[in-house]
Nanobody, 120 residues
Framework: QLVESGGGSVAAGESLTLSCAAYTSSSARHHMAWFRQALGDEREGIAAIDSTGYTQYVDSVKDRFTISRDNAKKTLYLQMNSLKPEDTALYYC?????????????????WGQGTQVTVS
């Protein structure tokens, strides 16, 4: 019900934009988020947005990444600038927030299959 795209391999300092097409109910799309999971690490929330456009970020991506959405297209975006090797991970979008701790994996009901971002 969530389909990510836009991942790829880039050099440090370059940019990428991820997209997530959301085929979920409108209530599930009210809050959406991007997570990432590096090899051997836990899946971590990095950015979230609600239907009004209110956004939240973790410190590691603040000022470099921008989460946005097009409600008419039912699509979530993540603009990633100044990419670093430590941003290398599988990136997931999430929907269906339970209202608790947006940055935690168990707080979200719907997940995409992930799109790989590799920064060298």
């Amino acid at each position: 019900q969530l389909v990510e795209s836009g991942g790829g391999s880039v050099a440090a300092g370059e940019s990428l934009t991820l997209s997530c097409a959301a085929y979920t109910s409108s209530s599930a799309r009210h809050h959406m988020a991007w997570f990432r999971q590096a090899l051997g690490d836990e899946r971590e929330g990095i950015a979230a947005i609600d239907s009004t456009g209110y956004t939240q970020y973790v410190d590691s991506v603040k000022d470099r990444f921008t989460i946005s959405r097009d409600n008419a297209k039912k699509t979530l975006y993540l603009q990633m600038n100044s990419l670093k090797p430590e941003d290398t991970a599988l990136y997931y979008c999430a929907a269906g927030w339970n209202g608790v701790s947006w940055a935690l994996r168990p707080s979200w009901r719907y997940w995409g299959q992930g799109t790989q971002v590799t920064v060298s």
